[in-house]
Structures are given as structure tokens and as C-alpha cells.
């Protein structure tokens, strides 16, 4: 499965039209995102009632534990890869804080978020991202 995806891409990618339509698909589809989050905006209450709240935070935890877990297999492997798992890692700590900070409400949550977000999530996606840079230099990519 992994091969024939390989092949595809590379296919996909190889000829300077294929990847000009897929730069206008993807500015498209940013130009649609924009209006999408204009409506939400405009038509989103203040408060929402989630029903799977607890399992939304476990599920991003555990996405964080796996890149983490990931990155450390393949760091310890000298797996280009690695690059890959570190910018997936960053990404979601930094998301992570930005979560926990916005939807904190005020008083105690809000500083136990900024102090998490400030202490632990933050630099552990800069270090990640760190990582993903120095892994490009590494395999020259």
C-alpha cells in the first residue's frame, strides 16, 4: 500500500501542470475555508455543550503520545522520518495550548492553562519543531 501511495505521488507531482492544479485546488480550497469560518463566526453561540468532551482531550493526549513516541523510535533509528513525526508533534502541542488557553474560562483554568501552555506545551513544540529543521539538514532535504 505504501508503494503504489509512493508511486502515485510521484506521479502526481512530476509534471509542472499536475502540481499548478493541485496549487490552485489547495488556494481554492483556502479561499472556501475563509468563508466557511465567516459563517461560523457569524452564526456559533458563545457556549457550546459537547457530550464526548473528556474523550476529545484523551484522544489529542493520546496523538501527542504517539508522535512523541514516534519521533523517539525514529530518532534513535536515524529514520528521515523523524522530520515528519517532530513537525506532527509540534503541531499538536502547539495546538494543544492554543486550546487550553482559549477554552479555559476565566480564574484558576485559565492560569493552570497559561501555565501549562507557557511551561510545557509551547517549548515542547518549539523543541519539536527544532528537531524537524535539524532532521532536514540532516538527510539534505
Known sequence: MRLRF???ARTLMASQAARHK??????????VLVGWMVFLASTLHGRAVVSHWSTVWIGLDTMEALALGTL?????RHDHRARTAATVAATLFGMDAWFDVMLSSSGGDLAQALVLAVVFEIPLAAACAGIARQTARWYDV
Open 6 to 8: 509512493s508511486v502515485w
Open 72 to 76: 523517539g523510535i525514529l530518532l534513535v
Open 22 to 31: 493541485m496549487a490552485i485546488a489547495f488556494v481554492g480550497s483556502a479561499i
